[in-house]
């Protein structure tokens, strides 16, 4: 997969991050300007001269080490590979867009990272929205050889570098190096016979320490991972809701080409017409149905609304040159690019609809258990007074609570930080985050649905654990 600054897209990053294509670079051409124009710059620059945060106005000589030391500070658990892959693939992107003034010879030792399985130890609490810098700074001094890379698929820890401030450089960077400390570390064969790759290894120059850090590439990451699995699973709802509608005869009236032109919002008319191609033409036992299926394209198309939203808001971050100070022509320009606030309203959107497609598909479940919609016992038992489904309910509801809380707005809060210098904060962070947390339980609520759905069409059976039905049902949505 070609990586060059321009078209990455969530389905690339999540490609990228599960190991599905290695990438290439296709040009360093807007880096290679931004770096050479950052090397001519006489003019005092955020970061590169001068001390971050409250400490903007202090001025400070080979303080790039000190930054990224300082700054690799996170907490809770490791994020799992997949997510530190998209991380490094968003970062490698948005450097090739230019803007950063980084030395492009880092380029494709953050290539080879990707496609040898390398990832940062970075953890789970950190980032607030205004960029992901102990992320990116656990990533750096992984670079440098202060840190351990972990290596996938093994998961074991790859590199013994210590924290000598006084090793040479190793890169071919010019400029006064980091320093990247004394151990190079050995590579972890996948098998026998083959053999190690490379530990990734870069000498940052001291002025490329907050241009490298200075990205919400790990924001960005889990926001692509989670719009491309979302997607996956909204398209997935709408065949579960076409066996809901055979099972209890819902009527197909309320999906008519007439009724979408009379409101003509573009994700209701798509999901209206593909429900409407996959159902049996027929009249309906009855006048008009609950909502959950009466409104199941209004619902579920305003939910689809939103993920084109919250996607194309993320794929524009993904190529952008979102960077602090930028470096554009012959000049550093300082600004507030680096607010995720599109992202995180983007993400608040699209996490609140989730919860109302969630509500009819609980809310179909129960018609599925109704003798009055289905004809058959209650609960789909095999006979009088049995359970039957009846405990797919409960298991549809504990999941709709997690996603009710997950839905809560990020975008209401704010920090003041830096001895008030950083008076504002996105949270895209968390909004990103909470959205990938959604996959889960949004997977088993549409899980329970289709269970109970082609238990209805094909028949009660004993009484019987559901789990093993119940897991085939989420692994034919993970499957699409």
Known sequence: MDIGGAGLTCSRVHAVAHGEARVTISGTDRARAAWTAAQRLTTVVYGRGTGVGANKDVPVEQGGAALLRSHACGAGPLVEPERARAMLVVRLNQLLAGGSGVDPGVLPVLAQAINDGFTPPVRTYGAIGTGDLTALSTTALCLLGELPWHSSPTGTETGTGTSA??????????????????????????????????????????????????????????????????????????????????????????LAAAVQEARPHPGQAVVAARLRALLPKGPSPRVQDPYGYRAFAQVHGAAMDALDRAEAVVETDLNAAAENPLIAGSLA???????????????????????????????????????????????????????????????????????????APVTTGTAVISLGTEDHAGFATQAARHALRCVEPLEIVLACEHTAATRALHGPKPDTPLTADLETARQALRDR
């Open 165 to 254: 401030d006084t090793g040479t450089s190793t890169g071919t960077s010019t400029g006064t190096g980091v320093g990247t400390g004394t151990g190079v570390g050995t590579g972890t064969g996948t098998g026998a016979g083959v053999a190690p790759a490379a530990v990734p290894r870069y000498a940052l120059a001291d002025a490329d320490a907050l241009p490298f850090i200075s990205s919400g590439a790990a924001t960005l990451g889990d926001a692509a991972l989670a719009c491309h699995r979302l997607r996956l699973l909204l398209d997935a709802a709408v065949d579960g809701a076409a066996r809901s509608f055979a099972a209890v005869d819902a009527s197909a009236e309320p």
């Open 333 to 407: 320009w300082h600004n507030g690019n680096f607010h995720s606030a599109p992202v995180a309203l983007a993400l608040d959107t699209l996490r609140a609809s989730l919860v109302q497609v969630a509500q009819l598909s609980t809310a179909r479940l129960a018609t599925l258990m109704n003798p009055g919609f289905t004809g058959l016992l209650p609960f789909l038992a095999d006979r009088p007074g049995g359970s039957g489904a009846l405990i797919l309910e409960y298991v549809a509801q504990d999941a709709l609570a997690e996603l009710r809380h997950l839905a």
